[in-house]
DNA sequence: GATTAATCTTACCACCTGGTTAAAAATTAG
DNA sequence: CTAATTTTTAACCAGGTGGTAAGATTAATC
C-alpha cells in the first residue's frame, strides 16, 4: 500500500463527492470506497472540507490541462476555437464523474457566502480556468473572427454553465450544442 | 398563527434549501426560520425529503408563472421571445433566492438515481418548465423566425442552464447575456 | 538488529440528524 | 359551557456525523 494511498482516497473521494455532494456523503464511506480505515482518511486530510479541496483542485486542473493542453499548438483561431469546443465535448464524454462533480459542487464553491482561505482558493481555481476560456475569446476578438457585440465574459458563461450541463440530460446531444455556441461567436 | 404556520415553513424552507442545499440544512434550522417547533415542520410534512418537495414544486411554479404569465397575450412572435428573455432574467434580478434554490438543487433533482414517486415527480416538474421553453422555441421555427440549425432543446438547456448561473458571478451582465441568446436565435 | 519514523487500526467521543410520542394548549363545533 | 378537533410543545430516541487518541504494525535509517 503505502504510498498511494493518499490517491486512492483521493479518487475514490472524487467519485463520492460527484455522485452525492459534499454534504451527501460520509467520510466513512469515502473511507470504504477507497479500502482503508476511516482515521487514514483523517491521516492523509486534516479535515473533510481539506478532502473536498483536493479533489476540486485536482478535477478543475484535469478539466482544464486536457483542453488547453490540446489546443496549445494550434495557430490557426478558429480551428483553435473549434478544438477548444471539441475537447470539452470530448472531456464530458469521457471523464463523466470529475464534470458531474463540478457541476454539482460548483454552486456550493461560487456562492459568495463562506469566505474562508480554503473556499476563496476554490472559487479563485475555478474562475481562473473561466478567465482562460475569456481570454480566448477575446483573442478571437482582437483578430476579428468573433463579433465584438458578443461579450467574452458572458459568452464564457454561457459556454461553461450549458456544456457540462448536458450531463444530467441524456437526450440533449453535444453535436448540436456545439454548432449552436460556434453559430454565436463566428460572423 | 394557525393557517399560515404552512406557508411560513415553506417560505423558510426556501430560504434555506437555497442557502445552504438540501443536506446542508437541517429541519430545526428550518423549523427556527420560520419561528416554530421542529415537531410542528412534521406535523405539515410528513419528511423533510415531502418539504423540499414542496418547495421545489412552488418554486419552480413561480419561475413558469412568472415568465409565461407575461408572454401570454403578445402574438408578435419576436416580441414575444424578446418579452420572454426580458421577464427570466427579471425573476433573476428579483427573486434571487428562488433562483438560487432552482440552481443549487437542480443537480440534485436531475441525477438523482432512485426513483421514488416523488422524485420522478420533481424531475418531472423541471423537465416540463424546459419543454415550455422548447416549445417557445419550435414556434419561432415554424414561423421561420428562427433559423432550422438552432436546434430547439439544446437551445432551451443554454438559456436555462446560463441565465440561471448568473446570480453567482456578480461580474456577469444580464443584458449581455439576453444580447447573445437573441442573436444566437435570430438570424 | 535496534531505533526511529511513517502508516494503519481500534475504540471512542460529543454532537447532530431526521423523526416520534404523548400530552398540553388553542381553536372550533355542538 | 363543554366536547371534539386541530395545532403546538417538550422530551426523547436510535443511528450517524466529523474528528481524536493511543497503541499496533510496517517500513526506512543507522
Known sequence: MAKETRLRILKAAQLAFSEKGFNGVSVE??????????????YYFPSKADLFAAVWE???SELEEHIFEEIKDESVYLKKVKKFLKSYIDFVRNKRDIMKLIER???????????????RKLKEKYKNFVKKI?????????LREIP?????????????????ATIFDPNIS??????????TITK
Open 29 to 42: 464511506e469515502i473511507a470504504e470506497m477507497a479500502g482503508v480505515n476511516k482515521a487514514v482518511v483523517f
Open 58 to 60: 485536482q478535477s478543475i
Open 105 to 119: 459542487e460548483k454552486v456550493g464553491v461560487l456562492s459568495e457566502k463562506n469566505d474562508s482561505i480554503i473556499s
Open 134 to 142: 475569456v481570454d480566448l475569446l477575446n483573442e478571437g476578438k482582437e
Open 148 to 164: 465584438n457585440e458578443v461579450s467574452a465574459e458572458e459568452t464564457a458563461n454561457i459556454i461553461t454553465n450549458s456544456i457540462g
Open 174 to 183: 453535444l453535436e448540436n450544442m456545439e454548432k449552436i455556441i460556434l453559430r
